[in-house]
């Protein structure tokens, strides 16, 4: 009973947090003259990605590598597999072209490196920390490389950042942000990052105790409820923007998440505490990589994914459930 309050809470506290920290820093985005595709690519793919980020830095604080490992791994493949399967089997997805010129190369070749890595266990300190410079240089090329229009860009960007918002579950406003106090967004964003820590710390112990109760081990519960779990503000993100015939900010946001998964929370995780990959099977890596080079494929095809595709993504998630099993 005590281990289900924990995880419920937990949870709560990371959806729940991770949506007031993703809606003030999109604000103070728009204040500092990001566009939308800005703020798409980092801080809401950033901000559904907190959730994995506090977890697994948790997780390997404590000396639970395996969830810490798993949790992002999993929360990877649902992201493919499930959460784009499920946005298909809404709406069939037009594929935006950058996403085939420079985000799909990009999530492909971070995807095959980070398994090589983890493959041979090198997951230390130093390539914790070099993977945290990655991410910040990609971060600012993708800044730097896009520009607001101007008239008209900011006008679209309020609007956008609606649509944005309410991905996650954000509240519309019919209110210019610029006109409002900005430590309203300051403070938002604080109580957001403060929940989401308290929230993962739960979250972990609550996962840890009943892997324990339950003898599955870690790595399973990782890969699995954490995994699934953490995912909850992708699914909604992508799901609603899919609904909205948004599909480019669907596919966006996860392979923005998944980068950031990647770089960002296992290279914050390593540098916080080395990671060593016992536990973690090479079936999951393998996963993991066959779950993003075809879902590769099926970007590139027709340039759009069906929701016959969305239906086939979801029967690879099934499978890939029913191997755990085994």
Known sequence: MILALELACGL???LVGADLAIRGASAIGYRFGLTPLVVGLTIVAWGTSLPEL???????LAGYDEIALGNVVGSNIS??????GVSALVRAIAVDARVLTIEAPILVATTLAIAALLWVDALGRLVGALLVATLLAHTTWTIRSTRRV???GAGAARSDSDGHDAGVGAESTDTDPAAQTPWRDVLRTALGLAMLTGGGSLFV??????AEALGIPPAIVGLTLVAVGTSLPELAASTI???RGQGDLAIGNVLGSNVFNLVGVLGVAATADPLERSGLAGR????????TLALTVLLYTRGRLERWEGAVLLVGYGVYLATLRI
């Open 12 to 14: 709560l506290g990371l």
């Open 54 to 60: 506090v977890v697994s830095t948790r997780a390997s």
């Open 79 to 84: 992201n493919l597999l499930l959460i784009l």
């Open 150 to 152: 101007e008239g008209g």
């Open 205 to 210: 112990e609550g996962a840890s105790g009943a």
């Open 241 to 243: 923007a899919a609904l």
């Open 284 to 291: 999951d890596l393998v996963a993991l990589v066959v779950s």
